[in-house]
């Protein structure tokens, strides 16, 4: 009797293997050892690819079972589409960096790319000449899951905000928020009131077009009802030492990147007036790339790069 196709089943790859091990078995107790699954699941999954091939798979012979021709060549085709998902899944999940080209795109300030990228890239060296790096200047901490999540980049790192600690992250460094001006500035070394903090003038350092670094002083200050005399207003941090250099201007800094500069431009600290807490730079990912051995890998590399005292410096690292 011809055996019904049942062509609403599906062959899986559960399947594919119980096929296989029962061609090459010929035996449903052996091929189920074989798996390392009970005989009863074994004779499901028979039955299941009897109805699916409509072909009994295994029929009597002189000796006991023996496979049927479309077994045989279908257990060809079963190998080689094993086979092929074995390769791709294993393309998939591993990552050997010194023969894989990969691009990590990351959200950083200009901040943070003069402080520690150097130093990732002198990390890396050319042990990985396939391992690239782009960085895109910031947006806005509250953005950084819509541009994760969408896969604009695959990092993100700066400050965290609270809201956002569904984030996968990990603590790289804390920094503190100095005032720095040309050490010949009258300001440097004074005690200065909020007010006569306030009406200094300051280079300000708005990173992106919501939020400026510093909004901690100016939070503080703001609840004396006092606000900072902003008397130039870039989105880049290194320009401010350029502009200190030779002006009676005032900015925000963090302190290793001031520390950084401090000699090559001439610069001092103007002690601030009120008390701000410690900056903590996170680096951030979606859960989408948490278990992505590329992705996992890159991460392990930046907090190897960290693990140095750069010169002038004296953040804190996690």
């Known amino acids: 009797m011809q055996q019904?196709?049942?062509?609403?089943g599906e062959l899986n790859f559960y399947l594919l293997k119980c096929l296989v091990a029962l061609v090459e078995k010929s035996h449903v107790s052996r091929a189920a050892e074989a798996l390392s699954i009970s005989q009863p699941a074994m004779s499901r999954a028979i039955g299941q690819l009897r109805a699916v091939t409509a072909d009994p798979i295994l029929v009597k012979g002189g000796s006991g079972l023996i496979p049927t021709a479309k077994a045989i060549q279908l257990r060809d085709f079963a190998?080689?589409?094993?086979?092929?998902m074995t390769e791709l899944l294993g393309s998939a999940v591993a990552f050997d960096p010194q023969t894989s080209r990969y691009v990590f795109r990351m959200v950083a300030t200009d901040y943070l790319e003069c402080?520690?990228?150097d130093r990732l890239v002198q990390h890396l060296g050319s042990n990985y000449p396939g391992v690239a790096m782009s960085v895109r200047h910031p947006v806005h901490p509250s953005e950084f899951n819509k541009v994760l999540e969408a896969g604009e980049v695959?990092?993100?790192?700066?400050?965290?905000?609270?809201?956002?600690?569904?984030?996968?992250?990990?603590?790289?460094?804390?920094?503190?928020?100095?005032?720095?001006?040309?050490?010949?500035?009258?300001a440097v070394g004074r005690t200065l009131s909020p007010a006569e903090f306030a009406g200094l003038e300051h280079?300000?350092?708005?990173?992106?077009?919501?939020?400026?670094?510093?909004?901690?002083?100016?939070?503080?200050?703001?609840?004396?009802?006092?606000?900072?005399?902003?008397?130039f207003t870039t989105p880049n941090y290194l320009t401010a030492p350029h502009l200190l250099e030779r002006s009676d201007m005032?900015?925000?800094?963090?302190?290793?990147?001031?520390?950084?500069?401090?000699?090559r431009?001439?610069?001092?600290?103007?002690?601030?007036?009120?008390?701000v807490p410690e900056l903590e730079i996170y680096i951030s990912w979606h859960d989408r790339t948490h278990r992505h051995a590329a992705h996992m890998w890159f991460r392990d590399q930046v907090v190897q790069s960290l693990d140095?005292?750069?010169?002038?410096?004296?953040?804190?690292?996690?």
């Not at 800094?253 to 000699?263: D, Q, V």
């Not at 140095?308 to 996690?318: R, S, T």
């Open 4 to 8: 019904k196709r049942n062509d609403s």
């Open 79 to 84: 190998e080689r589409i094993l086979g092929e």
């Open 115 to 117: 402080l520690f990228m």
């Open 154 to 186: 695959d990092f993100c790192i700066g400050m965290l905000p609270a809201s956002l600690r569904e984030l996968r992250h990990r603590l790289l460094f804390r920094d503190r928020i100095v005032c720095v001006a040309r050490a010949g500035h009258r």
């Open 203 to 231: 280079v300000a350092i708005m990173p992106n077009t919501i939020n400026s670094f510093g909004e901690s002083v100016d939070e503080a200050l703001g609840v004396q009802g006092l606000r900072r005399n902003r008397r």
């Open 250 to 263: 005032v900015a925000l800094l963090p302190h290793s990147l001031a520390a950084r500069f401090r000699n």
């Open 265 to 275: 431009f001439g610069l001092a600290e103007v002690p601030l007036p009120v008390v």
């Open 308 to 318: 140095f005292k750069q010169e002038g410096a004296d953040w804190a690292y996690a």
